[in-house]
């Protein structure tokens, strides 16, 4: 099954082997989560500063995790400079359009396509013209890859079904999982 990393990484002229890795660091974006406490991965109120700056630090966590496990370095920087930026104000390491390979980039810009669109508890997935206004103008204020957003424009509806797809299928595993532990 193909997810939206997959799919832009065949796009964007990835191998079998690059796409097979961008999947890998995709399971792996957010490890460093495990280092958030909680109360803060569940709060329903918005994050005061503090709270913000924990959440924010998953990615250094995720990067501290992976950098020690050989031949992991790859995938590693794909997971972890997730929210980085092209101009640098991004975050851990505030890397610039320089110092982020194309899979780094990938990866950020799927990230924010599927926060944008897919549902969530507190609310609806965005739209097309919304997720495109919103992706077009992180890219013009060079946040974001413009060619990887280009990308995105025309693929829109290929894309978006791979996120629906993957979304199906974590919201299926995890009620097999919950029923494991329920019984």
Not at 12 to 36: C, Q, R, T, W
Not at 45 to 50: G, H, I, K, P
Not at 65 to 83: D, G, K, R, V
Request: aromatic share 8%; glycine share 4%.
């Amino acid at each position: 099954q193909m997810c939206i990393r997959d799919s832009l990484s065949s796009i964007m002229g990835f191998s079998e082997n690059e796409i097979y890795m961008m999947k890998i660091a995709g399971y792996l974006h957010d490890l460093g989560k495990l280092a958030v406490p909680v109360e803060i991965l569940d709060k329903a109120a918005s994050l005061n500063t503090e709270e913000f700056r924990i959440i924010r630090s998953h990615t250094y966590h995720t990067y501290r995790i992976l950098e020690n496990i050989t031949n992991l370095e790859t995938i590693n920087s794909w997971a972890a400079f997730h929210h980085e930026t092209l101009d640098g104000s991004g975050y851990p390491f505030h890397l610039n359009k320089g110092e982020l390979s194309l899979g780094s980039r990938i990866m950020a810009v799927s990230d924010i396509f599927t926060a944008i669109t897919e549902e969530r508890p507190y609310r609806k997935g965005m739209d097309k013209r919304e997720s495109l206004k919103i992706l077009k103008d992180m890219a013009k204020n060079n946040k974001i890859d413009t060619n990887i957003v280009s990308e995105v424009e025309k693929n829109f509806d290929e894309i978006s079904k791979a996120r629906e797809r993957a979304e199906s299928a974590a919201e299926k595993d995890y009620k097999e999982y919950r029923k494991l532990f329920q019984e």
